[in-house]
């Protein structure tokens, strides 16, 4: 039986904390990710900073993880927000700050993914982009180079 508590649980936040103790995150658990946690396609600022814990995460990731995270932070900071389609100061900050945690081609992905999808950002946030994309950060060298090959 059912009781009503009278308020609403977000279980966003133990979803997905449970993907760091898992010890990897499966393609399933991304479908599973996107039917539970984000099915109403809002990615709280709290969901936005757990799946940075996730990325930053040592658990192996399925190859349909940075897409997955890159979709989801670009959602939040550049989808959700109003004005709709702007990058705004504090979210550029939050992002950056995010991003520096992280250092790898994850991070990366999603400083190029909302610079190319947002209409407006700050005038320091692609500056900003490309001194962290000469940085060299883990994997992004990488990365880079299996682009090129399939290209």
């Given at each position: 039986?059912?009781?009503?508590?009278?308020?609403?649980?977000?279980?966003t936040?133990?979803?997905?904390?449970?993907?760091m103790?898992?010890?990897?995150?499966s393609?399933q658990?991304?479908?599973w990710?996107?039917?539970?946690?984000?099915?109403?396609?809002?990615?709280?600022?709290?969901?936005?900073?757990?799946?940075?814990a996730?990325?930053?995460a040592?658990?192996?990731?399925?190859?349909?993880?940075?897409?997955?995270?890159v979709?989801?932070?670009?959602?939040?900071v550049?989808?959700?927000?109003r004005?709709?389609?702007?990058l705004?100061?504090?979210?550029?900050?939050?992002?950056?700050?995010?991003?520096d945690?992280?250092?790898?081609?994850?991070?990366?992905?999603?400083?190029?993914?909302?610079?190319a999808?947002?209409?407006?950002a700050p005038a320091?946030?692609?500056?900003?982009?490309?001194?962290r994309?000469?940085?060299?950060?883990?994997?992004?060298?990488?990365?880079?180079?299996?682009a090129?090959?399939?290209?």
């Open positions: 039986m059912n009781i009503p508590t009278g308020f609403a649980v977000d279980r936040k133990t979803i997905i904390g449970a993907l103790h898992s010890g990897g995150v393609a658990d991304i479908a990710l996107r039917r539970e946690a984000f099915a109403d396609g809002d990615v709280s600022r709290e969901a936005a900073d757990e799946l940075f996730v990325a930053r040592k658990v192996a990731k399925a190859a349909e993880w940075t897409a997955f995270f979709e989801m932070i670009t959602d939040h550049v989808w959700q927000s004005p709709t389609g702007v705004s100061e504090s979210q550029a900050e939050w992002l950056i700050e995010r991003a945690e992280l250092k790898s081609v994850e991070a990366l992905a999603v400083l190029v993914n909302v610079l999808e947002a209409h407006r320091w946030f692609l500056s900003a982009v490309r001194t994309a000469a940085l060299g950060w883990p994997g992004v060298n990488e990365a880079l180079a299996e090129m090959l399939t290209a």
